[in-house]
Each structure stands twice: as structure tokens, then as C-alpha cells.
């Protein structure tokens, strides 16, 4: 049976099938999660580690290193890195792309799980596998009051918030940062200890054990067994003031007689601030597969619910919502979609001047995409901005199959004197099947390298060429089957012919004219190849390098440092004047601010932190860069003190994830690890003055932990105070922070009792350490400064290592000058200068810089790939060598055109547009399929030139039709006039329209004139 028999025979199944799926892709679009990113496991855990409040180096040595030699020693682990500072630690255990990072995960807590019993006692950590996530919630909230304490607010939070969210399906966990968390302080002073003979573990005993509960046995009565509880625990503060404490001389005095009692909170050297204001923030991480904007409806009518039930005193403000960016990111693919089509449309009623057959395109199109988002969700995949942006990039070819399927049908149906033209179509489409199938093919090929590319990219742009491969293949299969049908039975080719027939249109005369001249005088083409050649060097040259596109995600990071050992409060103070250039600017909508904290939960000290900026909507503001750049300035000119830097929030996370964030890294080792500082210290300070380099975010590398203050208690002195160098350190720890005795339930979570000394002076200043008065064994008091003395340790730094060895990393942002290769050409030129990089110290560049270089050198190996790929497609279709290598030629010229595009339009060559490179190969074998294909059906009747130039003049209109096509649908994307959804977008859709504007000519005249040089025997004479 003959393709046309079996078509006719099973029209109505093939019509009611394509139906059936394109139904069932709407509801699968409907029902498809989305969200911002594709399900993506990152292979790296960080590990938060604490320990109390030992020196960094004692740290290093007792648990950092026992815990990097745990991790490395986990089954896959490739890489271990470490930052230590005091009684903190953050490790990130990095695994081989493609890992079961849920087995990573069991086996790492497995490995530090048999190692902590070996580590100081109190030591604790929390590990994180990275993903999108997991590490940066979707949205967050503050709750902030004039009137409720602080610690109400983090209650609400804790007690009714948080078991509110938690039940809702696809929430994975709720996190809580800000407030206080209450607990009962007891300060006693040493002169009233020394008065009634008491000490402190006198105090502390009297606290344990006058707040017990437990079970004393059981009683058994009238056949009934009771529980016999004996409970003496604490309900409240005035419990704990009605404690009694024995002297030694016997008598019974209340603990409320020699000691303050009163509510407080814990010490937390950490502070949280909304709009300026304190408040208590709780963020909301969602599954994997949940759905975000459903998600977030869901919370938010919760939420509004219950905040009805709050006192009015209490506010709720959202301060960061991702799917703000989701929601634009998806109306602007879907505008840009709607625009392409119209677009095309507008090509094809053009060219054929028909309705019918546009809309027969218009139809079909929708079907291949609907199809295409029916198998992303067979595959388990979301609706995300890559698997979107597939689908808006895909559009173009799409188009270019209906397209060059109809114009055959037009072409040898659409004509007069037919006696049965609509029995013809199914003709006319059969002749089509073969080279429709090799140009499919073509395109779908490329793809099949992109399957293989590891890394960010491969994470990412896997997802994007899966729904372009899908669409195309879906596209393919419509076009060939239900495309001859549609148009049957839509079109009326008794009435309607081809505008095209039996006419010599002017372009296709200066068309025939050109061929004539060019086989004539082959020789031009050596010119306009060498001159194209140029011209894309030119632009290769000129042209600036980046790794992902810039997108106006809507809001940006700040990321801000006060020099070190900065108090919390002065910290405070200083950031308040970055807070009122945040107010003053319009373009501001909200912030929230953490001190001593990260949003993603980095290691920070006190004077560190981060705001997380949110922004108008994009029509009532500058773009983003500029609300940046403008905030940066002012923040230079009135806050020297403050170092800081500015980012958007996904190329941070992704940055997180992989590695360093920053755009410049550059890593310094040496053999003797103490000169790293000065070294780097000299390093940072040239970098600042680099093109392209924000001078402001210069890191260092060398983060002091903070001041200390060294105590040496000498044993001798203390021992004729009948003390010991641990009893003088206890009781200096008890002026300090003091140390919590006992813990008793209040109405909703456990309260700690604190046991404190009260110092002669409060606040404690560092050069009246040693007036603290200490309590002998004879109960007689003494200064700490007859048994110690006190040493200022300046700026304990903060420990890094890679792979078990101390490094430092100087880090940069660069503020938008020059590209991102241009910024690095020139660190590289300053690394290289005599005298700045000393014998015994190597340096390595990192962050996204090395982030690109390894997706660059992925890419080309794509690129090579594809190349030899579409090079056996074609010898498998025309079994020969020399005209798939002629095809190849002419592609590889074409992309010479991507450089000029992108240097005419501005963007950066990074791995979106060599992306677009890519599907230019598979693109430029398409179009010269279709002619070659109609060379070889007319070299079985014409002299070869002669046919050359007729199938040239043939495929004139179609080639024409579905580039035109093809480039008006990528038009919107390339020129982002969506906003955030085509930035990421843009790059490919400037590489595919430049490629394919040069790819036109080269086709239409290049490549028949190529094939004729190679051709031998009689038909070399030029065809007339």
C-alpha cells in the first residue's frame, strides 16, 4: 500500500488522533506544575557546622578537618571546600554531575554522623543538598508590630504560622528568622554571693534541682493503675523567684532576695529588619513539584485568613515573591509566541493570498506545540522558563515545516486545468514526504549532542532543546499526516489558484539573473565568502563574552560588609542610611535586611548581611541595571565605611550552587599559607582599579571573624586563691553570657533559665575586663587582674580551604563597562604585571568566569558534534561525499553572521547564543535539503546546471517563505519587548535571524553554483 492509499484509507483516524492529542495537551497544559526553574539536582551538599564559640583555628583543627576527612572519604565526592570561623563552619562537598544526590546525601550524614561523637561535645551541623529549592524560598513574609513584642511575633510565627503552611501540599518547609526567643534571666551579684557564702554552682544547683518532673512509680487501687508524678517544675518567672536556696550557716532564703529575676530573651548576635523596620520574617520553600502560582494563591488566602484573626496592631508584608518573575517571564514567552505567529500568518497569506490555507498553518502550529507540552508532562517535566522558552523558540521552525508542506500543495495542485485538484494533494505530499523527512531530520539531529552536555548548561538547556526536539518531531508527524488532510478538506482548489503560477515575478527574474552571472563567473563567490568571513571576525573581535544573559529579574541582592568586628548595633546604625537611599528611591517597592545572616544561609558575621531589594513593576521604573547602578552610586558617596555589592538573585544561586558566585574570582595558594593575606590584600587593591571591575564590591578574601580577647589566668596566683584556671574562666563566662541551668515547658515551647553574675559596670568595656571581681574558695572577692591578664587579639580571620588546602579568594563584580571576557582579559594583564604574584603563590580564576569557560568549551564540542552529525545525515541521503560537504560549507559560513548580530545589537556572546549557533547548522542543512532534494528530481530530466538553477528558481518561494517566517516569529524575542521572559531568549534569537539572513543567499546562490563546479562532463556548460 502506497503512502497515498494508506492516508486516504485512515483519514478520519490520523485527523481524529492529532484532535485527540492536541485535547489532551490543553489539559496537560493545564495540570503541568510551574515554576521559575526545571527540576534540577545540583551535585553539591553544604553543611552549616556550630560548636560553640571556639577560635577559628582551634575550630580548623578539632572539627573542620575531621569533617572534611569524612566527606572526602564519601563514595563520588570530588571536591571538599571550607570556610571556618569562631565555633562556625560551612563545608561544601562537591559530587560528579548526572550523581543520585539523594544516595550523596545518606552517605555524607551517614559519614559525619560517625565522626561527631569523636568531636567536641555540642557540636551540631545541618545539611543541604542544592537546589533552587531548597536554598532560596519562592516567597517570603514579615510580620512586623509597634505594639507586640518582639517575641510574640516569632510565637505567632513558630506556634500558629508555621503548622498553618506546613499542611498545605507542595510547601517543603518553612523558615524562620528574627525576634526573640524568651527566656528567663537570673543576675546574681558576687558581693551578695560573697554576703551570704554562696557561690554561683550554689545558685545553679538550687535552680536544677528545684525544677524537676518525673515519674516516682505507680499505684495500684480498686483495680485501677495510677502514675505517680512528681512535679516541681516551673510555670513561670515567679516560679523561678520563688526558688529557695540553703546557706552554708542553714538558713532558707528565697531566690528573689539576693538575685534579679526577670523575663528576657536569648543572646542572639543576629538581627532582622523589614522596610526598616524590626520584624519577624518567615520564608516558604515549595516541592520540587509543585506548582508556584497555585502555590502561592493558596498561601496567601491562608494567610489572609488568619491574619483576621491578628490584632490590627500586627502587619503582614510579602517582601519577596519568585513568581512575580514567573508570571512575567510566562506572559512575555506567550506574547512574543502570539506576535511570532501573527507574524508568519501575515508571510503566509502574502505569498498564497488565501485564508484558508493561512489558517490550516495557524491551526496546526498550536496542535505541534499542545502535543509537544503533552509529552513534557508524560515526561514528568514542568512548565518553567526554559521548557516555555523552548516552545517560544521553537515557533519559528515549527511555521517553516507547515509552511514549505503547503507551498508544494500550492504549487502542484493549486493551478488551473486540473480535472481533480483535490485529489492531487495527497500527490503532492507524497512527493514531499522525502525531503520533508531529511530537512526534519536535519534540525532534530542537532539536538541529539545538546543531550550530552554536562554542567550548568547541560542542567538547564537540556530541558530546552527536549521541548524543541519534542515540537519539532510532533510538527514533522502533523505535517506529514494531517496537514494534506486539513487542507483537502478546508480548501477549495477548484476556485482557488496559486498567485504564484505561470508568473515571472521580478524577484524571481533578478533571482535567475544572479545564477547566471555567478556560474558565469564563479570567482564572486570566493569574494563575498572572503568579505563575509571578515566582516564575522570583525564581529568576533568586537563583540563582548558573558555566561548566562542578563535578565530584569524585578528586584536584586545586596550584599554589604561594615568593617570587621563592627558591633551589631553600630552595624545597625550604618546600614540605616543604606535603608533611606533604599527609601528615597522610586523605583524601590520593599526590602528586607539581614544582619549576621544570609538569605540563602551563608556563614556571615555580625557586620555581614544582605538586603533583598524588590522593585516596582517594570513599566513605572528605569530597567533594572540602572536602578543598580543608581543605588550604588549614592551608597559610594554617603556610606564609605560599608563595602557592598549588587546582583540579581538567580545568577547568585546559580553561582551558590556551582561555586562562587562573583563574575571575578581569582583563588590564591601559596606553600606558606601566612603570606596569602598580604598577598591578597595587594591583589584586591589592584583589581579595583581594572575596567570593568566594581570597585566597590572588592573582596578581599581575607574576612576578619572578629577582635578577641585573650584571658591567661596564671596557675599560680590562681592557685593561692584556692582556684583553678577553669573555676576564674567559669566565673568570667558567667559575667559574659552566663549559662543556661534548667529549661521548663511554658504554654507553647521550652523557656530556658539563665544564671548570669551582675558585673560592677554594665556595659562591660574591654579595658575594665579586669576589674570583674572573682570569688575565692574562701568566698573572699578579688579582680581578675591579680590571677590574669588580658590580651587584644586583632582580627582572627576566617579559614578557607580547597581540597585540604588553605586558600584565599579575591572576589569582584563587575559593574557593566566592558563584557565579561574583556573584565577577565584585563585581570589576567594585571596578575600578569611583574611583582604583584610573588615566587610560591599560584592563582586560579573561578566564579562564573570559569562557569563559562567550561560551558564554552562544552558548547564547541556540541557545535562539533552536530557538525559531523548532519554531515553522515546528508551522505545517508545522497550517498555521496561533496555535496554534504558543500552544504556544510555554506552552514558554517552562516554562523560568521552571528557575531555581526550580536555585536550590531549589543549582547554578549554567552551560551544562549552559541546555543543559537548550534541550531543554525541544523537550520541551514534544512533549507538546502529542500533544494538539493529538487535538484536531483530534475538531474533525472535536465543537464545539471540546468537543473540546479530550476530547483533554485523553484525553492525560491518556499525557502523564502519560512525564512521570512521563521525570522518575524523570533523577531519579538529578539528584541525583548516582553521584558524579563525573552531576555534570557534573546541571544538565541539573534544568533538563528542572523544566521539565517546570510544562510538565504548562500543557499539560493552559493550552493547551486558550488554542486555545478563539481559536476563533470557536458553539463559543466553554463546553463542558459
Known amino acids: 500500500m502506497t503512502f497515498t492509499s494508506w492516508l486516504q484509507a485512515h483519514r478520519l483516524p490520523v485527523l481524529v488522533v492529532s484532535f485527540v492529542l492536541t485535547i489532551a495537551g490543553l489539559y496537560a497544559a493545564a495540570s503541568l506544575p510551574i515554576g521559575l526553574f526545571p527540576l534540577i539536582d545540583f551535585p553539591r551538599i553544604r553543611v552549616n557546622v556550630s560548636a560553640g564559640s571556639m577560635p577559628a583555628r582551634q575550630m580548623l583543627i578539632d572539627v573542620t578537618q575531621p569533617l572534611e576527612a569524612a566527606a572526602r572519604a564519601v563514595p563520588g565526592a570530588v571536591s571538599v571546600t571550607s570556610t571556618t570561623s569562631r565555633g562556625t563552619a560551612q563545608l561544601f562537598v562537591d559530587f560528579p554531575w548526572g550523581s543520585d544526590m539523594n544516595r550523596a546525601l545518606l552517605s555524607l550524614d551517614s559519614a559525619f554522623a560517625q565522626t561527631l561523637p569523636s568531636l567536641p561535645p555540642g557540636t551540631t551541623y545541618d545539611a543541604l543538598q542544592m537546589s533552587p529549592n531548597a536554598l532560596v524560598p519562592f516567597v517570603s513574609y514579615a510580620l512586623t508590630s509597634d505594639q507586640v513584642p518582639a517575641a510574640d511575633l516569632r510565637a505567632i510565627a513558630q506556634q ?42 550554689d545558685i545553679a544547683r538550687a535552680l536544677s534541682t528545684s525544677n524537676t518532673l518525673q515519674a516516682v512509680g505507680r499505684v495500684e487501687d480498686n483495680s485501677l493503675l495510677y502514675l505517680a508524678i512528681g512535679n516541681d517544675a516551673f510555670t513561670s518567672v515567679d516560679a523561678v523567684a520563688r526558688v529557695t536556696v540553703r546557706t552554708p550557716k542553714g538558713a532558707v532564703i528565697p531566690l528573689s532576695q539576693i538575685a534579679t529575676i526577670r523575663m528576657g530573651a536569648v543572646p542572639e548576635w543576629l538581627l532582622v529588619k523589614t522596610d526598616g523596620k524590626p520584624s519577624v520574617n518567615f520564608s516558604v520553600f515549595q516541592q520540587g ?230 556560474f558565469r563567473w564563479p570567482w564572486l563567490i570566493a569574494i563575498g565568502i572572503v568579505v563575509l568571513a571578515a566582516a564575522g571576525y570583525f564581529g568576533y573581535r568586537h563583540v563582548g563574552t558573558g555566561f548566562l544573559p542578563e535578565m530584569d529579574e524585578g528586584g536584586f541582592v545586596l550584599d554589604y560588609r561594615a568593617a570587621p568586628s563592627t558591633s551589631l548595633a553600630e552595624t545597625d546604625r550604618e546600614l540605616t542610611q543604606i535603608e533611606a537611599i533604599l527609601k528615597a528611591n522610586r523605583a524601590v517597592a520593599s526590602y528586607s535586611r539581614r544582619t549576621g545572616a544570609g538569605f540563602g544561609g551563608d556563614l556571615n558575621e555580625t557586620y555581614q548581611g544582605d538586603f533583598i531589594v524588590r522593585l516596582v513593576d517594570p513599566g513605572k521604573r528605569p530597567d533594572i541595571w540602572a536602578v543598580m547602578d543608581d543605588i550604588s552610586g549614592k551608597i559610594t558617596q554617603r556610606v564609605p565605611g560599608v563595602d557592598f555589592d549588587t546582583h540579581q538573585l538567580m545568577g547568585d544561586m546559580i553561582g551558590d550552587m556551582v561555586g562562587r558566585r562573583q563574575p571575578v574570582v581569582i583563588q590564591l595558594s601559596a606553600v606558606h599559607p601566612d603570606m596569602l593575606g598580604g598577598v591578597a590584600q595587594k591583589v584586591a587593591d589592584a583589581l579595583g582599579k581594572v575596567k570593568g571591575v566594581q570597585a566597590s564590591s572588592v573582596d578581599s578574601g581575607v574576612v576578619p571573624a572578629g577582635d578577641a580577647i585573650e584571658i591567661h589566668v596564671d596557675p599560680a596566683a590562681a592557685a593561692l586563691k584556692g582556684m583553678t584556671s577553669a573555676d576564674v574562666q567559669a566565673q568570667v ?17 521550652d523557656i530556658g533559665v539563665r544564671l548570669k553574675l551582675a558585673a560592677p559596670h554594665d556595659p562591660i568595656y574591654r579595658e575594665r575586663l579586669g576589674d570583674l571581681p572573682i570569688q575565692g574558695a574562701n568566698g573572699a ?141 541544523g537550520i541551514a542543512t534544512e533549507m538546502a535539503i529542500f533544494l538539493v532534494s529538487e535538484y536531483q528530481t530534475l538531474r533525472e530530466t535536465m543537464e545539471a546546471r540546468a537543473a540546479l538553477k530550476a530547483a533554485a528558481l523553484n525553492r525560491l518561494r518556499p525557502i523564502l517563505m519560512s525564512t521570512l517566517a521563521m525570522i518575524l516569529a523570533l523577531i519579538p524575542i529578539g528584541a525583548a519587548i516582553s521584558g524579563s521572559g525573552d531576555q534570557m531568549l534573546q541571544p538565541l534569537a539573534i544568533a538563528i535571524i542572523a544566521g539565517a539572513l546570510v544562510q538565504l543567499p548562500l543557499v539560493l546562490l552559493v550552493m547551486p553554483v558550488l554542486i555545478g563546479l563539481t559536476v563533470r562532463g557536458p553539463a559543466n556548460e553554463a546553463a542558459t
Request: proline share 4%; net charge neutral; charged share 15%.
Open 733 to 749: 563566662s558567667g559575667y559574659l553570657e552566663g549559662s543556661v541551668v534548667t529549661h521548663y515547658l511554658g504554654t507553647h515551647q
Open 289 to 518: 513539584q509543585a506548582d508556584s502560582l497555585a502555590l502561592a494563591k493558596v498561601i496567601d488566602a491562608k494567610l489572609a485568613t488568619f491574619m483576621k484573626t491578628q490584632p490590627q496592631s500586627i502587619h503582614l508584608d510579602k517582601w519577596y515573591d519568585q513568581t512575580q518573575l514567573v508570571r512575567s517571564s510566562i506572559a512575555a514567552l506567550e506574547e512574543a509566541i502570539a506576535i511570532g505567529l501573527v507574524f508568519a500568518a501575515g508571510v503566509l497569506f502574502w505569498f498564497l493570498r488565501n485564508w484558508r490555507v493561512t489558517l490550516v498553518a495557524m491551526i496546526v502550529v498550536p496542535m505541534s506545540v499542545l502535543c509537544a507540552v503533552l509529552v513534557l508532562w508524560l515526561l514528568g517535566m514542568t512548565i518553567n522558563i526554559m521548557t516555555l522558552g523552548g516552545v517560544a523558540a521553537a515557533i519559528g521552525l515549527l511555521i517553516d515545516d507547515v509552511i514549505v508542506m503547503i507551498e508544494q500543495i500550492a504549487r502542484r495542485v493549486a493551478q488551473p486545468g486540473l480535472a481533480d485538484p483535490r485529489a492531487g494533494v495527497l500527490d503532492a505530499a507524497r512527493e514531499f514526504l522525502a525531503p520533508m523527512m531529511g530537512s526534519s531530520l536535519a534540525t532534530i539531529v542537532i539536538f541529539i549532542p545538546l543531550a550530552f552536555l554536562s554542567g550548568v548548561t547541560g542542567a538547564f538547556f537540556k530541558y530546552l532543546s527536549l521541548t524543541m526536539a519534542a515540537a519539532l518531531i510532533i510538527s514533522f508527524l502533523l505535517t506529514v499526516f494531517a496537514v494534506p488532510l486539513m487542507a483537502r478538506g478546508m480548501v477549495d482548489f477548484s476556485r482557488w489558484v496559486d498567485p504564484g503560477h505561470g508568473k515571472e515575478t521580478g524577484l524571481r527574474r533578478l533571482h535567475a539573473r544572479a545564477l547566471d552571472r555567478l
Open 160 to 201: 500558629q504560622i508555621l503548622p498553618l503552611l506546613t499542611g498545605i501540599e507542595g510547601v517543603r518547609r518553612i523558615g524562620i528568622l528574627g525576634g526573640k526567643t524568651p527566656e528567663v534571666q537570673v543576675v546574681v551579684a558576687p558581693q551578695v554571693l560573697q554576703q551570704y557564702g554562696l557561690t554561683l554552682p
Open 781 to 921: 572577692t578579688f579582680p581578675l587582674r591579680s590571677v590574669a591578664t588580658t590580651t587584644f587579639i586583632s582580627g582572627e580571620p576566617e579559614l578557607t580551604r580547597d581540597n585540604l588546602q588553605q586558600i584565599v579568594a579575591v572576589t569582584a563584580q563587575t559593574n557593566g563597562a566592558l563584557d565579561l571576557g574583556s573584565t577577565i582579559a584585563g585581570v589576567k594583564a594585571l596578575l600578569a604585571e611583574p611583582g604583584l604574584i610573588p615566587p610560591g603563590v599560584r592563582y586560579t580564576l573561578g566564579g562564573a568566569y570559569q562557569q563559562q569557560q567550561q560551558a564554552a568549551s562544552g558548547m564547541l564540542k556540541v557545535f562539533a558534534a552536530a557538525v559531523v552529525a548532519e554531515i553522515v545525515l546528508l551522505m545517508f541521503l545522497y550517498r555521496a561525499l561533496l555535496i554534504p560537504l558543500i552544504i556544510m560549507a555554506t552552514s558554517l559560513v552562516s554562523t560568521s553572521a552571528v557575531f555581526v548580530g550580536l555585536w550590531l545589537t549589543g549582547v554578549e556572546l554567552n551560551i544562549t547564543a552559541m546555543m543559537g549557533m548550534v541550531m543554525i547548522i
